[in-house]
């Protein structure tokens, strides 16, 4: 395999990982090592394949996968931090107040559940905050930013999500897809992201 042609999507978890040849408990195969770069190419639940820089792929349990961060773009721009986030908070205040407003039709039968569905096609908030540190989307710049309370910093990029050609709130936004535990700015660790994966077949 053209080394190339293998972009890591994820590592594995620092304790390593077993393995299968197949989404199946019963065909157990070789471990992975601790922090091994992979490529995610399939899903079936929470069953996720993936490929080794050498070719060798796998199947193993999707959930705990690290993600990678996508590279921010470059920039001309001095490193500097990015200032003030309180006009980032105010906008991600009145994105989620709007979200709940929709909610609120819904529940108060204003809105039919087809209606809802296309009132928020698309739309997008992201904000995740513990104690002094948060991790905050903005859409308008594709990035997620970490907040350390004070200041903005990059943390990762995002993809346009999958139905921004359909229209709809936020269609011409972006949807994140990759943030993973690290530095947080602060020599801390960061929170991680994690996106829920659908159960196994048969299970609840």
Same mark, same amino acid.
């Given at each position: 395999m053209n080394a190339f042609e293998f972009r890591p999507t994820h590592v594995v978890p620092a304790?390593? *990982?077993? #393995?299968?040849? &197949? @989404?199946? $408990?019963?065909?157990?195969?070789?471990?992975?090592?601790?922090?091994?770069?992979?490529?995610? #190419?399939?899903?079936?639940?929470?069953? @996720?394949?993936?490929?080794?820089?050498?070719?060798?792929?796998?199947w193993v349990d999707g959930r705990m996968l690290v993600s990678l961060p996508h590279?921010? $773009?470059?920039?001309d721009h001095p490193l500097t931090r990015t200032a003030d986030p309180r006009p980032l908070? @105010?906008?991600?205040?009145?994105? *989620?107040?709007?979200?709940? @407003?929709?909610?609120e039709e *819904?529940?108060? &039968?204003?809105?039919?559940?087809?209606? !809802?569905?296309?009132? #928020?096609?698309? !739309?997008?908030v992201g904000a995740v905050v513990d104690g002094e540190a948060a991790w905050l989307l903005d859409l308008e710049?594709?990035?997620? !930013?970490?907040?350390? &309370?004070?200041q903005l910093s990059t943390y990762a990029t995002v993809d346009a999500p999958p139905d921004a050609a359909e229209g709809g709130a936020g269609a011409d936004a972006a949807v994140g897809t990759a943030v993973s535990a690290g530095d947080s700015g602060d020599g801390g660790q960061a929170t991680r992201l994690v996106a829920r994966r659908p159960t196994r077949t048969g299970e609840s």
């Open positions: 304790e390593g *990982l077993p #393995t299968w040849a &197949g @989404a199946d $408990p019963s065909e157990p195969s070789a471990p992975l090592d601790p922090l091994l770069p992979v490529q995610l #190419t399939d899903t079936r639940g929470d069953w @996720a394949r993936v490929l080794c820089s050498n070719g060798w792929s796998a590279s921010p $773009p470059a920039s908070l @105010a906008k991600l205040e009145r994105d *989620l107040a709007e979200y709940r @407003a929709r909610l *819904l529940a108060d &039968g204003r809105l039919d559940l087809e209606a !809802f569905r296309n009132r #928020t096609r698309g !739309f997008r710049q594709g990035r997620w !930013f970490y907040c350390d &309370g004070a």
